[in-house]
């Protein structure tokens, strides 16, 4: 069973940044793609980026093509979304898992973008 713990949200001005990690454990962490998902209020949870096992990203959301990255440590079993001029649309809840989504969600953390 895979356990995935996300941190690294706060309260951001719009404009501002944020770097979000995902610790995994489990030793298929470095085989398998991984997704950064997130959750509006009253909205269904989105994937916003994909990573391949090799690293290869794609966005599916486009109105966070060019201001997010996802990029992953297989060695740390650790992967990242640093986020880059935020808008108030990215409020959210994100998630990591596994892309597909499989087995249990972690906690999530709070994004929030407000002046």
Not at 27 to 48: C, D, H, N, T
Not at 74 to 91: E, H, I, R
């Amino acid at each position: 069973q895979v356990q995935l713990v996300e941190s690294g949200g706060g309260l951001v001005q719009p404009g501002g940044s944020l770097r979000l990690s995902c610790a995994a454990s489990g030793s298929i962490f470095s085989i398998v793609a991984m997704g950064w998902y997130r959750q509006a209020p009253g909205k269904q949870r989105e994937l916003v980026a994909r990573i391949t096992s090799g690293g290869y990203s794609t966005y599916p959301v486009d109105s966070v093509k060019g201001r997010f990255t996802i990029s992953r440590d297989n060695a740390k079993n650790t992967m990242y979304l640093q986020m880059n001029s935020l808008k108030p649309g990215d409020t959210a809840v994100y998630y990591c898992n596994k892309d597909p989504p499989y087995g249990s969600w972690g906690q999530g953390t709070q994004v929030t973008v407000s002046s």
